[in-house]
């Protein structure tokens, strides 16, 4: 029995044993659980941490004399926690929030279906209406408290301080699954720059999003701020943009080109900005903010007249005569004609076998100045001629087109010239490929003769004109034209600062600003003509498949310019009927910072003038 | 004078390792109650008598005077009272459904004044008293069976009274006499059938379905378990019998039986050798029963009974799982068995739990900053999921640290039961030590996701007065007797 009980005695080792062993598994598996994976880490952290965006203001807007255009008005948000609705009064909140009660049980379904709203949760507040205005939300407001459940979210939409520059402001809207995949700073619900600068200075206008790390029970409540808000970071505003444009300068634009379709754009010459840039027909800018946004958008997109599109970067029209001063200062320079030496036969048009391209009665034969002064095609047809014929410079017309082509591009165009707006068109100017391409390499200068006066094959967008009015002004260079002055807190950009030499030397520049200014006084420009400041002008009517274009492009004043200006008019007939009065106004508005009453009479004979357009077209 | 000096006697043998190791894990819970009931919300004081920690206080204060007033009592008084201590607590716990109110199922809370008290917390001490008593005084011997079913009709009578009140987790508690049973003589092999019972059910269950290798028709969990069923059947004759010949015969021939029928159904024709294995099963106790009355040999016939159970039990666990348990119950033993994936369901506390220890890392969260607990991903995060709160914030150190803490703890207890000098006192200290081991083993078990979710207390962590009265109780009167040693060696 002693024997027995000594035998037992050891099993207090099994049971010690047993305990050991336990113990041991244990800390093995907590070694396992703690030491060898981060995943329950990252669990814990992607349970417990809800990271709420604080979303910065964005930028504001405002013309170059500081009148404010756009600014962030609050709008409101109705969120609904499902599990503290309850015992409501449905009745009265459709009454309250002027909505059906069919919309609201629609709603609520959408609300908690996860596969349309995968963050729901029925503790956590869900959007049930946004962007309820200002009146809207205070009247709803002070009903609130009838309803439990229902809360207040504080968001800011744009708001427009007047209904111009449509175009130009562009309009923000929320990001589809394109930016979000481009840019990973957006999530679902975020808003971006659509159009305009909203879109092109996005970056500088949305500012830098916030965090601020939330604590998060299992039921998706929220419980505080981690450490205090020791992690959190603050939202960084987004920077005001000032624009090149006069606000004032840009009405007038506008109300002139009522009832047509066509563009004016003005470049202040020395700076490149942008002083005007209308694009006819326009659009309330207001319709592109809160809740009616979509649909407003889509009547937009689906009128024929194509209001959205900013004609003045994205249409793309033949320069028609204005493109003859591009023409007389490639060939002084390339020495085809001599400024007052060379004198061009013109009976009524340009004559060459069977081809002849028509011109109206004037003096013949004419040199340079007078060529221009009264917009003669003879002369810049036999310019032309002469140097895709003229093979002591040139080996072959291919040759001698790639040297024009260089000219053209040196002075904007054929390429996007870089204005900070989307959706510039680079325009078209052809080159020996193209014809080589078009004519199978048998084509010579009778062939592309109509480019000499800026039709054919080639076209130029509005800015491009206007840029090509502020390179004669400049008497050989530009800044590429730009719309943004300056971004709070930023230099500008050494793009928008920098000088574009043209390929022609500024001496040759001083005969083609004589021929605009002679056009002024005694040409096709007469119109434009005052006795308050030196206007050079040049006028266009541009051939097409209706009715003519009307087509202005100018400076003022001949020394020290202070605005050049394109106004292009579709169907307007010839460049004095619309182009050259509006041109006129445009440039005394901006430098004499008003009209005189005469001119405030004629303006409101424009505004009142409507080309009539088909409803097919365009 | 006399007691004056007995009292100074009291505390200097008093075992002041066993009390350091009881403030230690005292001051260690505090510290993860405050973790689990602190809201980032009210950052309010953890002291405040409003807030979970701030109750544990009291409660831990009033362990503390509870300490004291048991060692101030003579330690005959538990001995001469422990049969109507044990009869008292019969009836509370056969009277507490009656009185109980009903909390989440549970009829085991009688509400007294403002506090909720819980009987069954207090019964495993008078159960330990009692059972001790009744086999020091009655020399009982457990390796006599009729001896051993007296003890062990003390023990299930008051759990079957738990079972009642719907409390089933704290019924199993009282499997922890066993090790004492174990200890006190109850053969080896009745915890040998314990374990391999758990290996049965199991391996049974869990691969029930799962096909062997590219045999789709033969089920893994049954081939596994009839060969677990061979092999431990072939090691108890080893074991148990000095005749190696038998042994050698019944291994062989089941070694190689089922890799006949295996390589038969791999190679030839595909068939379930199950049915080899069942018919090799039924030859195998036959042969038992045979040597058993050839050789008059009972080791035999127990051997033959403990096969023929084997498979009767996992046949029954078959039918128990697909037509006796309820679907809830059904899928909670699936989803700790790893069959199912249910993070929301059934396997979301077990899930949270070993995502708040996993994020601890080696040295935690720090005091009071884990968020998985706080945040109520964890359920019943201050009372059976405490262990949850110490992996989080105290990391892999710190839980290590409270582990090895409750390992010294009960290596201490067997320390101080073996040198009791009466069987009484050892009886006892086993009965405290394996109620300690059965709980850290399962809660801390449970929250790791190694053992089945029981809803039992972590000693001296989780949150409540009645459990840690229950233990300061059990603890302190093991001390007091155990203080009594050197008193009783002089008389």
């Not at chain 2, 001490?125 to 020091?136: D, K, M, N, Q, Y």
Request: aromatic content about 12%; some cysteine.
């Amino acid at each position: 029995m002693h024997n027995e009980d000594l035998h037992l005695e050891n099993r207090k080792y099994v049971l010690g044993g047993i305990a050991v062993l336990v113990i041991l598994v244990y800390i093995l598996r907590l070694f396992s659980l703690q030491l060898m994976s981060e995943d329950f880490k990252k669990n814990a952290d992607s349970n417990a941490f809800l990271r709420r965006i604080q979303y910065p203001a964005r930028g504001s807007i405002s013309d170059r004399n500081g009148t404010l255009l756009v600014y962030n008005q609050p709008s409101y948000d109705i969120m609904i926690v499902m599990n503290e609705a309850k015992n409501l009064d449905t009745l009265d909140l459709c009454q309250s929030l002027g909505i059906t009660r069919e919309w609201f049980d629609k709603r609520i379904e959408e609300i908690s279906d996860r596969n349309k709203n995968p963050g729901f949760s029925r503790y956590t507040q869900q959007i049930f209406m946004s962007q309820l205005s200002a009146e809207e939300f205070s009247s709803f407001q002070e009903k609130m408290f009838r309803f439990p459940g229902f809360y207040i979210q504080k968001r800011s939409i744009r708001q427009y301080a007047n209904d111009h520059a449509a175009h130009i402001l562009g309009d923000v809207g929320e990001v589809g699954p394109a930016d979000i995949e481009a840019d990973d700073y957006y999530q679902s619900g975020d808003y971006i720059g659509k159009l305009g600068v909203e879109r092109s200075y996005e970056t500088q206008l949305r500012g830098v999003k916030g965090t601020e790390i939330l604590l998060r029970d299992a039921r998706g409540r929220i419980k505080g701020r981690y450490q205090n808000g020791k992690l959190d970071q603050a939202p960084v505003p987004g920077k005001n943009l000032t624009l090149s444009i006069d606000i004032e300068l840009q009405a007038l634009g506008e109300r002139l080109m009522k009832g047509k379709l066509g563009s004016i754009v003005a470049i202040e010459p020395s700076t490149g900005e942008v002083l005007c840039m209308v694009s006819s027909p326009t659009y309330d800018p207001h319709l592109m903010v809160g809740r009616q946004r979509g649909k407003n958008n889509r009547t937009l997109m689906l009128d024929p007249m194509k209001p959205l599109l900013n004609r003045a970067i994205s249409g793309r029209y033949p320069p028609g005569s204005t493109f003859k001063t591009s023409q007389a200062l490639t060939f002084l320079q390339e020495g085809i004609i001599s400024p007052t030496g060379t004198s061009y036969p013109c009976s009524h048009g340009f004559h060459f076998g069977r081809l002849t391209v028509g011109c109206h009665g004037h003096a013949a034969p004419l040199p340079l100045i007078p060529a221009i002064a009264t917009s003669c095609n003879g002369y810049f047809c036999w310019g032309l001629y002469h140097m895709m014929s003229n093979r002591a410079k040139y080996q072959n017309v291919q040759e001698a087109m790639t040297r024009w082509k260089d000219y053209m591009v040196s002075m904007g165009f054929g390429y996007q010239l870089g204005i900070d707006l989307p959706g510039e068109n680079r325009g078209m100017i052809p080159n020996a490929a193209y014809y080589d391409r078009a004519y199978k390499g048998s084509w010579n200068g009778v062939t592309i003769i109509s480019i000499s006066i800026g039709q054919g094959e080639v076209c130029l967008t509005p800015l491009q004109i206007a840029n090509l009015g502020a390179t004669i002004a400049n008497r050989g260079y530009y800044i590429t034209p730009h719309v943004v002055k300056q971004v709070q807190g930023e230099e500008i950009d050494t793009l928008y600062t920098k000088k574009h030499y043209t390929m022609v030397s500024p001496s040759n520049y001083e005969y083609v600003v004589e021929g605009m200014r002679k056009a002024v006084l005694g040409g096709t420009c007469t119109a434009a003509n005052t006795s308050m400041y030196e206007v050079c002008g040049k006028t266009g009517t541009a051939q097409n498949k209706g009715h003519d274009h009307s087509v202005f492009m100018g400076f003022a004043p001949r020394e020290k310019p202070k605005i050049a200006i394109a106004v292009y008019v579709e169907n307007g007939g010839f460049g004095a009927v619309y182009g050259v009065p509006i041109g006129a106004l445009m440039m005394e508005q901006y430098i004499n910072g008003k009209l005189s009453e005469a001119s405030e009479a004629k303006a409101e004979s424009f505004e009142n003038r409507h080309i009539s357009y088909g409803t097919s077209i365009r | 004078m006399a007691k004056v000096n007995e009292n100074k006697g009291i505390l200097v043998s008093l075992d002041w390792v066993t009390i350091i190791i009881y403030v230690a894990l005292l001051a260690l819970g505090w510290m993860s109650v405050c973790g689990a009931s602190y809201d980032f919300d009210q950052a309010g004081n953890i002291f405040s008598f409003d807030s979970r920690s701030g109750m544990q206080i009291v409660w831990i204060g009033t362990s503390l005077i509870l300490g004291a007033l048991i060692l101030s009592v003579d330690e005959r008084v538990y001995e001469t009272f422990s049969y109507i201590i044990y009869i008292a607590f019969l009836i509370l716990l056969f009277l507490t459904p009656f009185l109980a109110r009903d909390i989440k199922g549970s009829m085991s809370w009688i509400k007294i004044g403002s506090f909720s008290v819980q009987p069954a917390e207090f019964a495993k001490f008078a159960t330990a008293l009692c059972v001790a008593r009744v086999i020091s005084a009655f020399e009982l011997h457990l390796y006599k069976n009729k001896d051993l079913i007296i003890s062990a009709l003390l023990v299930l009578t008051p759990m079957v009274l738990i079972v009642l009140q719907r409390e089933t987790g704290s019924a199993l508690v009282y499997f922890s006499f066993f090790l004492m049973f174990y200890r006190e003589g109850m053969p080896g092999s009745f915890l040998f059938v314990g374990v391999a019972a758990v290996f049965y059910f199991v391996v049974g269950v869990r691969y029930q379905d799962v096909p062997l290798l590219n045999l789709p028709e033969v089920s893994l969990g049954t081939f596994c378990v009839l060969l677990g069923i061979w092999f431990f059947t072939s090691m108890m004759m080893r074991v148990y019998t000095s005749a190696s010949k038998p042994f050698l015969i019944v291994f062989g021939t089941g070694f190689g039986t089922t890799l006949v029928a295996f390589l038969f159904s791999e190679f030839v024709i595909p068939f379930d050798i199950t049915w080899v294995q069942l018919g090799f099963m039924v030859m195998m106790f036959s042969y038992l029963i045979y040597l058993s009355i050839k050789d008059r040999l009972i080791s035999y016939f127990y051997i033959a009974l403990f096969a023929l159970g084997s498979i009767g039990f996992f046949f029954s666990t078959n039918y128990v799982m697909d037509h006796v348990l309820k679907e809830h119950q059904r899928t909670r033993i699936e989803v700790l068995l790893g069959m199912k994936d249910d993070p929301r369901g059934a396997g979301y506390n077990v899930i949270q739990a070993q995502i708040a220890i996993g994020s601890g890392g080696l040295k935690g969260k720090g005091f009071l900053n884990g968020t998985q607990t706080k945040l109520k991903y964890v359920p019943e995060q201050d009372t059976d999921f405490i262990f949850c709160t110490v992996g989080e914030e105290e990391g892999f150190v710190g839980s290590s640290i409270v582990l090895i803490l409750f390992l010294c703890l009960i290596l201490r207890l067997i320390h101080i039961s073996e040198r009791q000098v009466y069987r009484f006192g050892r009886i006892y200290g086993y009965c405290v030590l394996g109620i300690f081991l059965f709980h850290v083993f399962i809660n801390v078990g449970m929250v790791l996701g190694l053992t089945p979710v029981i809803g039992i207390p972590l000693p001296f962590f989780s949150y409540g007065g009645s459990s840690l009265w229950g233990f300061t109780l059990l603890l302190f009167i093991l001390l007091r007797i155990d203080a009594a040693r050197n008193r009783m060696k002089r008389n």
